[in-house]
């Protein structure tokens, strides 16, 4: 079992659509969640953290965060072309400062 | 303030040469990472370190990387001799302690 799992995709949604994305984690003891956005060809882009169950809104973005289930997801309402890129899951284990990544869940928002 | 910044952005070398990436963090930051991004894959720790210890280094190679991180601020990951799997983006990142990630640019690498 991997220690961040994701849906590779890709995950299509129309523009102005919520597109979800989840992922989930093997290490209980993890306390800091995070996902970043990645272009093609750019590294990856913090935009939401979360250390605490429940969820944590920042503009278009929703983190939730369930540390019983082992799960975080990101949604983003209002969908936009430019929003279409690899969002990686990241979490800590064995410490706040060893994150692990998941592989990234492909996003492609269409017209 | 300026962000993480790597160099070289992009590197072409023949197998079994050796090679050097250089990252110098945020300012500020005392934890600093090296990861390595395979295509469609996420980003796999090689290396971290607090200050000018390194703290995680299970998943470097060490029968040919190694790294530095002199004064506990600029950091350099190295490979010799390169092989052809190692053709990858080396990613630098740097934190404060137990908060937010960032990342540089990445060192593109390709072994031929």
């Known amino acids: 079992q991997k220690e961040v799992e994701q849906n590779s995709g890709p995950l299509s949604v129309p523009e102005g659509a919520i597109a979800s994305l989840n992922c989930t984690y093997s290490?209980?003891?993890?306390?800091?969640f995070f996902w970043y956005r990645q272009y093609s060809g750019k590294s990856p882009e913090l935009i939401m953290s979360?250390?605490?169950?429940g969820d944590k809104e920042d503009g278009r973005f929703t983190a939730q965060l369930n540390k019983a289930s082992q799960y975080v997801s990101l949604l983003i309402r209002d969908s936009q072309p430019s929003d279409s890129a690899t969002y990686l899951c990241?979490?800590?284990?064995?410490?706040?400062?060893?994150?692990?990544f998941g592989a990234g869940t492909r996003l492609a928002v269409h017209p | 303030e300026a962000g993480v910044v790597q160099s070289p952005r992009y590197k072409i070398i023949e197998k079994k040469q050796p090679v050097a990436f250089w990252c110098n963090p945020i300012?500020?930051?005392?934890?600093l990472y090296w990861y390595l991004q395979n295509l469609g894959q996420g980003p796999e720790l090689l290396i971290r370190?607090?200050?000018?210890?390194?703290?995680?280094d299970s998943q470097l190679p060490k029968d040919r990387f190694s790294a530095e991180r002199l004064k506990g601020v600029d950091s350099t990951l190295k490979i010799q001799p390169a092989e052809l799997g190692d053709s990858a983006v080396y990613l630098c990142?740097?934190?404060?302690?137990?908060?937010?990630?960032?990342f540089g640019e990445g060192s593109r690498l390709t072994v031929l």
């Open positions: 990142a740097s934190s404060r302690r137990g908060r937010e990630l960032f």
């Open positions: 290490d209980r003891g993890s306390q800091s």
């Open positions: 979360i250390y605490s169950n």
């Open positions: 990241a979490v800590s284990s064995g410490g706040y400062n060893k994150l692990i």
């Open positions: 300012s500020g930051h005392n934890t």
């Open positions: 370190y607090e200050n000018e210890e390194a703290v995680d």
